[in-house]
T-cell receptor, first 111, second 114 residues
Framework: QQPVQSPQAVILREGEDAVINCSSS?????VHWYRQKHGEAPVFLMI?????EQKGHEKISASFNEKKQQSSLYLTASQLSYSGTYFC????????????FGKGTRLSVIA | KAGVTQTPRYLIKTRGQQVTLSCSPI?????VSWYQQTPGQGLQFLFE???????NKGNFPGRFSGRQFSNSRSEMNVSTLELGDSALYLC?????????????FGPGTRLTVL
């Protein structure tokens, strides 16, 4: 089952914050976040594993609520370079279930 | 270290034809996953191969098939092409499991079916 991402699209001004949510109807073992810029391949941002800690990289961080089967990606003080489509991928037990991606959230940061 | 490579980068085919796409993973990676990307649908999982064995398969018709060779290179084949098969086909490689390890994506093959 494909995870559901919200919002579908968001427009921000530089310096504003954004939250992108990812929800699954299945029990999750892992949540992956990727960013894809137009015409390019998706680029890895971070993985959150069941029982793991909240991850962060500079001004982008994410949380994983195992009980609610949800993950959120937090972008703070957004920069123009943050523009792109963000995908969450959800995975079950290693080797048993594949990584399934949501439809994506298009983020546009304007000056 | 070289990244994931996919060939060809662009393909134009007509309905009814078949096509084979190739993916060479990062050296040392044993798992290769394939995805179909179309506007509005995101990344749809096709299949995952690990050590020459298909480990998982998505919800696609039997016209879509794949295989992996002993050097971890993978191919996917689409027979009897339909207009709806027009998409960007991405492959991604990982060291072990596609669901827990970082997936590194190739640039994709843009398939257009006329």
């Amino acid at each position: 089952q494909q995870p559901v991402q919200s919002p579908q699209a968001v427009i921000l001004r530089e310096g504003e914050d954004a939250v992108i949510n990812c929800s699954s109807s299945k029990a999750l073992y892992s949540v992956h976040w990727y960013r894809q810029k137009h015409g390019e391949a998706p680029v890895f941002l971070m993985i959150l594993l069941k029982g793991g800690e909240q991850k962060g990289h500079e001004k982008i961080s994410a949380s994983f609520n195992e009980k609610k089967q949800q993950s959120s990606l937090y972008l703070t003080a957004s920069q123009l370079s943050y523009s792109g489509t963000y995908f969450c991928g959800t995975g079950g037990l290693p080797g048993n279930t594949p990584l399934v991606f949501g439809k994506g959230t298009r983020l546009s940061v304007i000056a | 270290k070289a990244g994931v490579t996919q060939t060809p980068r662009y393909l134009i085919k007509t309905r009814g034809q078949q096509v084979t796409l190739s993916c060479s993973p990062i050296s040392g990676h044993r798992s290769v996953s394939w995805y179909q990307q179309t506007p509005g649908q995101g990344l749809q999982f096709l299949f995952e191969y690990f050590s020459e064995t298909q480990r998982n398969k998505g919800n696609f018709p039997g016209r879509f098939s794949g295989r992996q060779f002993s050097n971890s290179r993978s191919e996917m084949n689409v027979s009897t092409l339909e207009l709806g098969d027009s998409a960007l086909y991405l492959c991604a490689s990982t060291v072990g499991s596609g669901s827990t390890d970082t997936q590194y994506f190739g640039p994709g093959t843009r398939l257009t079916v006329l």
